[in-house]
């Protein structure tokens, strides 16, 4: 079978005639001392020559820094990862990730994030944090989430600016991305998301603005997808006309790892291409001039936006690294143990199962694949290798005290030399046992396939940036499919095991997350089975391809029945949810049987999730009285798991996005991933669904999630009481009496929504346009006060393609969460 693959290009660098240096009048370019960045980086671009400006435009070889030009003193730049730590300079603090600081609804904590983030950053000698990631969670199976602040713009757009906000305070640039829309992995290089302006305005881009206006973002990362025909890395609509006229940008925009697709990129409104230039090179750059595709104006005002930002910075009058700070720093093992605390989301709790009471519960059974390895984070460039972790088996059991036994049955084990040989149940097509291997690779100017091979195993691995198995020329990509007949050799359950980025295609269906998912199979009954993976020879991460079978094995129930109490650690991981690709919905079908299994043994069974968004739990769902989120929570997620469990801390997070019942049930479902158009070698997705995602969605049609927006539950209880408006200068002032009815301390997070009755566009019924977290003693009132600023009242209207609010009278709601609404007031807005 004949694959197609991506084309590598190798480029020569085509030698030109260097324009002779202007006079370096002054190498300091701090001089005169009372000027400001922008008089300081036109002095410096008129003393520089076009192969030094050029240089300036392009990421180094390293790809995690730019060029230096010495000549002038224009330091080399350094870049680090960082939505949850700085990933390249391990091991540093593993904060959580950004969907759990969203669950926090603590603009305070995101300050404090971003605070230590900053510090971090300095400890290293790093000048750009590539963070904070800001995309929306229209669907809840993109493989990024994890990194993102949630599915509502004013939600994420304040987290995100507080985040910025700190983390620029100490001296380090932030990279807000990815700008914009890039709200899946599937194909996310290629894909072309069709989006109407108002959608874009009102959806996918405040956010940004926000960051940008609100938190003074320095950088701003273009995403790879296109958006409405066009790469985000050359839209001229999103990087001139609205990043950097509309909202008046000021600050570098620089594209993704490999985002860049052209020279005239430059033109667009990109200033800077990450990591090695490619388009961005002398001869590139001198070619596209020559033949007027750019102007040496967009260079000058590209290299004036790069050395103005970070001259503004203080990178060119002080060292960046402070050797003063520790790398492993308390202050920030602090903030992300207490970000952790509040992020946690306590999602069911029948007849107040939890908390788990240490006077009367003496054993607890510890189950599940995230219980001894558990994520600190999801995986890509938001992985984080930290100097220490708390599992949840060990927080659990940290927590619980001398006086409770804490066992633990770890899930079956993979024995790696299931992967090395393959049994008689595979049959190539010619009968001899094993599977055909083609491999298709690239070559300049046409495709070179091997030779088809028999092997007996599928076990592939390879280096980052190495050359890939089967001789593979060297820097080449390749395609591996491997195809046969599969013959089980007896009835029953087979459990896929897996490990990489593989598609699966059995009996003609396609298994798109084929990890765990469990076979019913009947002897000696023949299904085609391929196996197909795409090898990445220039990759930031190394490579590894294996897949087998085995009869599907849960581990020994008996601890579950004697315990008080059974705590099964479940979800996704940084294999399974991460950049690069969506995952399942689902848990995978042997996590979902051995949850049945445990609430059959043991109704005192409470389910803790890892993952970036909602899963589906629906197959599980009446049969678990208690059931934890727990996102990533960081490096220590097992001593704030162990503290919620057991009441040392209150669960006071809120959901961040809606969990869907069943992923059908999603508003943006049927657009979701795009199609592939005849004649065009990438998908097209339109976002039909328009402004109506999330809970945006589910109230205009309706239906009910299975846990809605801003939603989760405490340990104690909370009423809402008093609410008045009072129409100011700046806005409309919502007051109400907040009271803690319960027994315990606890944190509530008052929310405020506001709807138009009648409007000449379709609006949703309501919108997050403030919010409060507020901590309250057993029978404690608080007054909250909420501003809602002029704004919050309006929208994009297609006809005056501006912002506006249209008179008339809305509806100001403050709820416990999207659907808990507790107060109700209209206001007339003339």
Known sequence: MKNLFAVILVLTIIGCQSHQAPPATDARPDAPADTGPDARADALIKQMTLEEKISLLGGDTDHFSTHAVKRLGIPKLTMADGPQGIRNYPPSCSFPCGAALAATWDTKLAAAYGDAMGLEARARGVNFVLGPGMNICRVPV??????????????????AASWVRAAQAQGVITTVKHYAA???????????????????????????????????????????????????????????????????????????????????????????????????????????????????????????????????????????????????????????????????????????????????????????????????????????????????????????????????????????????????????????????????????????????????????????????????????????????????????????????????????????????????????????????????????????????????TLPDLTAAKSADAVIFCAGFDGRSEHEGNDRDFELSGVQQRLISSLAATNPKTVVVLNSGAGVGMENWFDSIPAIIQAWYIGQDGGTALGEVLFGDVNPSGRLPSTFDRRFEDNPAFANYPGKFVRDQDFPVEHYSEGIFIGYRGYDKSQKDPLFPFGYGLSYTTFDFANMKLEKMPDGIHVRLDVTNTGHVAGAEVVQVYVGQEQCSVERPARELKGFAKVMLEAGETQNVEILLPHDSFSFWSPVKKDWTVEPGVFTIEAGASERDIRSKENVTID
């Open 182 to 552: 890039n709200n899946q992995e599937w194909n996310r290089e290629t894909v072309d998301e069709q989006i109407d302006r108002r959608t874009l305005e009102e959806i996918y881009l405040p956010a940004f603005r926000r960051a940008v206006q609100e938190g003074g973002a320095g950088a701003v990362m273009a995403a790879y997808n296109r958006v409405n025909g066009a790469y985000c890395a050359e839209n001229d609509v999103l990087l001139n006309q609205i990043l950097k006229t509309e909202w008046g940008f000021k600050g570098i925009v620089m594209s993704d790892w490999g985002a860049c697709h052209s020279t005239e990129s430059l033109a667009r409104g990109l200033d800077l291409e990450m990591g090695e230039a490619v388009f961005f090179k002398q001869d590139k750059v001198k070619q596209a001039l020559e033949n007027g595709q750019i102007t040496e104006s967009d260079i000058d005002n590209a290299v004036r936006r790069i050395l103005s930002t970070t001259i503004g910075m203080g990178f060119f009058d002080r060292p960046q690294m402070r050797p003063d700070l520790p790398k492993e720093s308390p202050a920030s093992n602090e903030a992300a143990l207490d970000i952790a605390r509040s992020a946690i989301v306590l999602l069911k709790n029948n007849q107040a199962i939890l908390p788990l009471d240490r006077s009367s519960i003496h054993r607890i059974a510890v189950y599940g694949p995230n219980a001894e390895e558990t994520p600190t984070g999801g995986g890509g460039s938001g992985a984080v290798k930290p100097f220490h972790s708390v599992s949840f088996l060990q927080g659990i059991r940290n927590i619980a005290g001398a006086g409770v036994d804490v066992s633990y049955t770890p899930t079956p084990p993979i024995d790696d030399a299931i992967f090395r040989k393959l049994d008689c149940a595979f049959t190539a097509d010619n009968g001899q046992s094993g599977l055909v291997l083609n491999i298709a690779v690239q070559s300049p100017g046409h495709d070179l396939s091997l030779a088809p091979t028999i092997v007996q195993s599928v076990d592939l691995s390879w280096k980052a940036g190495g050359k890939l198995p089967y001789a593979i020329p060297d820097g080449k990509d390749a395609t591996y499919t491997w195809t046969g007949v599969l013959i089980p050799p007896q009835d029953g359950d087979w459990e896929i095991i897996s490990r990489g980025y593989i598609d699966v295609t059995l009996g003609g269906k396609p298994l798109r997350w084929p990890a765990g998912q469990i076979l019913h199979l009947k002897k000696d009954a023949p299904l085609p089975i391929q196996i197909h993976a795409d090898g990445r020879a220039k990759g930031k991460w190394p490579g590894l391809v294996q897949v087998a079978l085995r009869p599907v």
């Open 142 to 159: 993109n493989g990024r989430n994890f990194e993102y602040f949630g599915e509502d713009p004013f939600l994420a757009g304040k987290i």
